[in-house]
Structures are given as structure tokens and as C-alpha cells.
């Protein structure tokens, strides 16, 4: 056991000399660095700006869009799509989007999504505009219905055509 110590002590001593052996690391001369003031920085991060959108599709994502309002989000710019003209009439929306109007002549898309699908493929002009210039656009929608499950893949092609992150 004393032999055991020993050894352990000596060791600890061979790493202590090892240590104080270490080479020093040298310090590079001062140099003069720009630094950027407040001020600047305020003024570079007020240029910036993203637009995020979302986008509810149908029934469901225009009931989320309308939660939404109730909730009082901001940040965002919230669009309900819909082919139902009464769903979108009532509505707390700030931008509505009645796609598919020759189509299902503002009666909804009757549970199919063919038809949802048709009703945006029919308004991709309206659904394009609405997305231009976003940097970001959330797409929501229920599935199972026509409305939200036709037209959703349609409009996040559209966002991503447009060049925005697409969610």
C-alpha cells in the first residue's frame, strides 16, 4: 500500500514540473480593429425586414386564420383561401381569397379534393400574387375535406416558385 502512495506522489510531482515546463504562448502585437457603434447596428437591423405569410386552406385553415385574429398574432400576414363564398363571409380574415369561382361558383368544393385542386389551379394568379415577395409562408389546412387538401399543395409550389421558405 505505501508503495502504491509512493508511486502516486511521483507522479503527481512529474506532472507539476511537466506544467511549469509548458512553453508560453505569445501574444500577437495590438492592432487597431473597427468596432461598429450602436447606432449603426440599429439602423442595419431596422433595413431588415421579413414577410411571413399564412396561408389557410379550406374550411380548417381558414378557421385557423380567423384563431388567429381573435388571438391578436401579428408578425404575419394572414390570408384565408377558401372556395366556400359564405365560409369566407364571416370570416375575421384581412386578405380573402375566393379561388375556384367558375368552378364551384362559391359553393365549396362538395368534400372532393379534385375539386379543390381545380379551384386553385383555376386561381393560381390570384394564389401567386398573394405569395410574391413573401420570405416565408406557412401553409395550413384540415385533410380530409376538398377544399384544404386540393389547393394546399398547389399554393406551397406556389410560395416555393416565388422563392419563399415554405412551411
Known amino acids: 500500500m505505501k508503495k502504491i502512495i509512493e508511486e502516486a506522489i511521483s507522479r503527481n510531482n512529474n506532472e507539476e514540473k511537466t506544467k511549469k515546463a509548458a512553453p508560453k504562448v505569445k501574444s ?3 492592432r487597431t480593429i473597427r468596432g ?3 447606432k449603426e447596428l440599429e439602423e442595419l437591423l431596422s ?3 421579413t414577410t411571413i405569410r399564412v396561408v389557410g386552406c379550406g374550411g380548417a385553415g381558414t378557421n385557423t386564420i380567423d384563431r388567429c385574429v381573435e388571438e391578436g398574432i401579428t408578425g404575419a400576414d394572414l390570408i384565408a383561401l377558401n372556395t366556400d363564398a ?6 375575421n380574415a384581412p386578405t380573402k381569397i ?3 369561382r367558375h368552378i364551384t361558383r362559391g359553393l365549396g368544393a362538395g368534400s372532393l379534393p379534385q375539386v379543390g385542386e381545380e379551384a386553385a389551379l383555376d386561381s393560381e394568379a390570384d394564389i401567386r ?3 410574391e415577395g413573401s420570405d416565408m409562408v406557412f401553409v395550413t389546412c384540415g385533410l380530409g375535406g ?5 389547393s394546399a399543395p398547389i399554393v406551397a409550389r406556389l410560395a416555393k416558385e ?5 412551411i
Open 28 to 30: 500577437s502585437p495590438q
Open 36 to 38: 461598429t457603434d450602436r
Open 47 to 49: 433595413s431588415l425586414t
Open 86 to 91: 359564405q365560409h369566407l363571409l364571416i370570416s
Open 98 to 100: 375566393l379561388i375556384g
Open 129 to 131: 400574387n398573394a405569395v
Open 146 to 150: 376538398g377544399t384544404g387538401t386540393g
Open 162 to 166: 416565388a422563392g419563399a421558405l415554405t
